[in-house]
């Protein structure tokens, strides 16, 4: 069963990539097997919940209270306490280069090094390819001891792109935190309390960052998880008088 961090073990987990997670989340791991384990059953996952909805559902799961952290406060407490060192390291997967660049300004003791290509991460073969080409990039680009690393991908190319690069980087924290930075340096405005409480942000996000692949994404678990259980306990409930869970 994956462990659930305190914000002091947050900053000492070495042996850990903690990930952020909500509802759809959740929701996209029983559709994609590689996802599922990669959160669920790997030995060194953390869950770092993002959403209330997420928070109450992963207590009963795990059967212990557990603490709330979005992506955004996550980064800011990382951020937090590497201005407390003389000079830090931190290698930063995807995100956009304003909001890197911003980053940069506000943290003048880091140094961040920044890669952004396209990573197509949909299985835990293509994570590993991928890994080891980022590996090989980043000894060519510095020999400094990477202090941090933060991979901005969205779900759930980031989860299964940290599970492969944790073993080449052993003591090395990962933190996975989506788009997170953007709404951390104001690069993009971030979504309204009420559609996260009625877990709604998905579709904050697909509307102002448009794409196909998101869309896709929001359509399968949203039809599945909401639409599909919602009408499978009713049918069920009017011929058996049971519901299926």
Same mark, same amino acid.
């Given at each position: 069963?994956?462990?659930?961090?305190?914000?002091?073990?947050?900053?000492?987990?070495?042996?850990?990539?903690?990930?952020?997670?909500?509802m759809?989340?959740?929701?996209?791991?029983?559709?994609?097997?590689?996802?599922?384990?990669?959160?669920?059953?790997?030995?060194?996952?953390?869950?770092?919940?993002?959403?209330?909805? +997420?928070? !109450?559902?992963?207590? $009963?799961? %795990?059967?212990?209270? &557990?603490?709330?952290?979005? #992506?955004?406060?996550?980064?800011?407490?990382?951020?937090?306490?590497l201005?407390?060192?003389?000079?830090?390291?931190?290698?930063?997967?995807?995100?956009?280069?304003?909001?890197?660049?911003?980053?940069?300004?506000?943290?003048?003791?880091?140094?961040?090094?920044?890669?952004?290509?396209?990573?197509?991460?949909?299985?835990?073969?293509?994570a590993?390819?991928?890994?080891?080409?980022?590996?090989?990039?980043?000894?060519?680009?510095?020999?400094?001891?990477?202090?941090?690393?933060?991979?901005?991908?969205?779900?759930?190319?980031?989860?299964?792109? +940290?599970? !492969?690069?944790k073993? $080449?980087? %052993?003591?090395?924290? &990962?933190?996975?935190?989506? #788009?997170?930075?953007?709404?951390?340096?104001?690069?993009?405005?971030?979504?309204p309390?009420?559609?996260?409480?009625?877990?709604l942000?998905?579709?904050?996000?697909?509307?102002?960052?448009?794409?196909?692949?998101?869309?896709?994404?929001?359509?399968?678990?949203?039809?599945?998880?909401?639409?599909?259980?919602?009408?499978?306990?009713?049918?069920?409930?009017?011929?058996?008088?049971?519901?299926?869970?």
């Open positions: 069963m994956p462990k659930i961090l305190t914000i002091e073990e947050v900053l000492l987990a070495h042996d850990n990539y903690i990930v952020t997670l909500n759809q989340h959740l929701y996209e791991s029983e559709l994609n097997p590689d996802f599922h384990q990669t959160i669920f059953k790997s030995q060194y996952a953390a869950f770092i919940v993002d959403g209330r909805g +997420a928070k !109450s559902v992963l207590s $009963k799961h %795990l059967r212990r209270d &557990i603490q709330l952290f979005t #992506g955004v406060q996550l980064a800011r407490l990382w951020m937090d306490h201005k407390l060192r003389s000079k830090s390291f931190v290698m930063i997967i995807g995100s956009k280069k304003t909001a890197v660049e911003l980053l940069q300004n506000q943290n003048k003791n880091i140094d961040f090094i920044h890669f952004n290509e396209k990573y197509d991460v949909y299985s835990s073969a293509s590993e390819l991928i890994a080891n080409k980022i590996q090989s990039q980043m000894s060519r680009v510095t020999n400094k001891r990477i202090d941090l690393v933060i991979i901005a991908l969205g779900v759930p190319k980031q989860e299964l792109l +940290a599970a !492969s690069l073993p $080449k980087l %052993l003591d090395t924290p &990962i933190i996975c935190i989506g #788009g997170a930075l953007e709404i951390l340096t104001c690069v993009a405005p971030q979504a309390r009420i559609l996260k409480r009625l877990w942000e998905p579709f904050w996000r697909l509307a102002i960052d448009p794409s196909l692949e998101r869309l896709i994404r929001l359509v399968k678990s949203y039809y599945k998880f909401y639409v599909f259980r919602f009408l499978r306990t009713r049918i069920s409930t009017l011929l058996h008088g049971v519901e299926l869970t």
